[in-house]
């Protein structure tokens, strides 16, 4: 990996109670230099500067001078003059491979639907969801990732199933594929639908051929532009796996079919949750119908979400420890080790604290210390609509959000 970019990340956090300590210390960091001094310590490690329990962080490679520039140039808390820097006990581990994809979600083309096929649907665009610009693939190319998530709805893009897509929402998704692979940014297509077209579910409100049929069409489409992922589905749902199992593989069959050799990303069933992978509370495990999986070409990898609040529903900001990243990880790794497969980790996120970094950080590391089996990952999420979400990694007014930094270690 080749050395880290500095990066001057501006946090304003109130690190109070737990995420702070009696020295006014964010939780597990360490004193190293006051005001005007320079702070050192040994590899990569993320950087606080300020006072009072309120902070801007940086991620710094052997020191950092502890000074209002090196950090953004914006006071974190002005009403404290005598600033200090500490350094996160835990160092950055530098040395882990990194997978093929790093990227990000750019959502807002599935805005206004929810899980079941309620909502607005179809939907007006500009009203009820609108498309990521290349301003925005500009950005986090900037940073070093080199792959977008792009959600979508199946229904926007096709009113009517088993025929020719909707040209201006066609127009919207294939000039923003288009732009950003030829900037050389590997684009992921997400049908954000949750194995549904409006409430009907696949494999039986709705057939597998008309699933098929939407998958044919956008292999035929993009089967010349290796930049472009096929990720089958957003997280299934509330249906037996082995129907989920018919409709992935009738998918993959009429991508093949078409011509197109692109990676094919393919999700199980109960919300495809890496944690769960082996669980049976949504029927049949996905551990054991998901290896039915067939691919003529033999490209693709099961794709899990994994979030690291209490239920791994991703609706909190609170992480339940430091370590609970690699700890619902680590069984579908095993898995994928044990059956030579392979793994992408299409969603996950933490919120803005001492516990989530550690645990995300943890867990990027568990994928770069087993590549062999995992091949990418996209952060949940930025979009221009997002505003003050927990997750959102979008920069406000020119300022990077605080868990850009987290994962700019991991960005070579």
């Not at 020719?164 to 590997?186: C, I, K, M, P």
């Not at 008309?210 to 992922?229: E, H």
Request: glycine share 12%.
């Amino acid at each position: 990996m080749p050395p880290l970019r500095r990066s001057s990340l501006v946090l304003f956090a109130a690190l109070a109670g737990a995420a702070a300590h009696a020295g006014n210390l964010p939780a597990g960091y360490a004193k190293c230099a006051t005001e005007g001094q320079t702070c050192s310590f040994k590899g990569a490690r993320q950087v606080a500067y300020g006072a009072a329990g309120k902070f801007a962080y940086g991620t710094y490679v052997g020191g950092v001078a502890c000074t209002l520039a090196s950090f953004g140039g914006v006071d974190p808390n002005p009403a404290k003059p005598a600033k200090v820097c500490s350094y996160n006990k835990q160092k950055i581990n530098t040395s882990s491979p990194v997978p093929a994809y790093r990227g990000v979600s750019l959502a807002g083309a599935e805005f206004g639907a929810d899980p079941w096929g309620g909502g607005s649907l179809p939907g007006t665009y500009g009203v009820n969801y609108t498309y990521p610009t290349q301003g925005e693939v500009g950005y986090f190319a900037g940073k070093q990732m080199n792959t977008v998530r792009l959600p979508f709805r199946w229904e926007r893009l096709q009113p009517t199933l088993n025929a020719a897509f909707d040209s201006a929402e066609w127009g919207r998704l294939n000039g923003f594929v288009a732009a950003a692979t030829a900037s050389g940014v590997t684009v992921v297509l997400d049908p954000h639908n949750y194995a549904r077209y409006y409430s009907n579910v696949v494999g039986a409100g709705v057939s597998n051929a008309a699933f098929a049929d939407l998958w044919s069409r956008l292999a035929t489409a993009y089967k010349g532009n290796d930049k472009v992922v096929f990720a089958l589905m957003n997280e299934p749902h509330d249906m037996p796996t082995e129907q989920w199992l018919g409709a992935a593989n009738a998918a993959i069959a009429a991508i093949r079919a078409a011509g197109a050799g692109n990676l094919i990303l393919v999700p199980g069933n109960g919300w495809t949750g890496g944690h769960s992978w082996s669980d049976t509370w949504y029927g049949t495990s996905n551990a054991t119908v998901m290896l039915g999986v067939v691919d003529p070409a033999d490209r693709y990898a099961y794709e899990v979400h994994q979030y690291l609040d209490s239920d791994s529903s991703g609706n909190s900001a609170n992480c339940v420890s430091t370590t609970i990243g690699v700890e619902r990880l680590s069984g579908f790794t095993a898995w994928l080790r044990s059956h030579g497969k392979r793994g992408f980790l299409g969603e996950f996120a933490g919120g803005n604290n001492a516990t989530c970094q550690a645990a995300v950080t943890g867990m990027l590391d568990h994928l770069g210390a087993n590549r062999d089996v995992w091949n990418g990952w996209t952060w949940w999420a930025a979009g221009p609509w997002w505003g003050s979400y927990m997750y959102s990694i979008e920069p406000q007014n020119g300022v990077d959000a605080p868990q850009m930094g987290w994962l700019t270690p991991y960005l070579p």
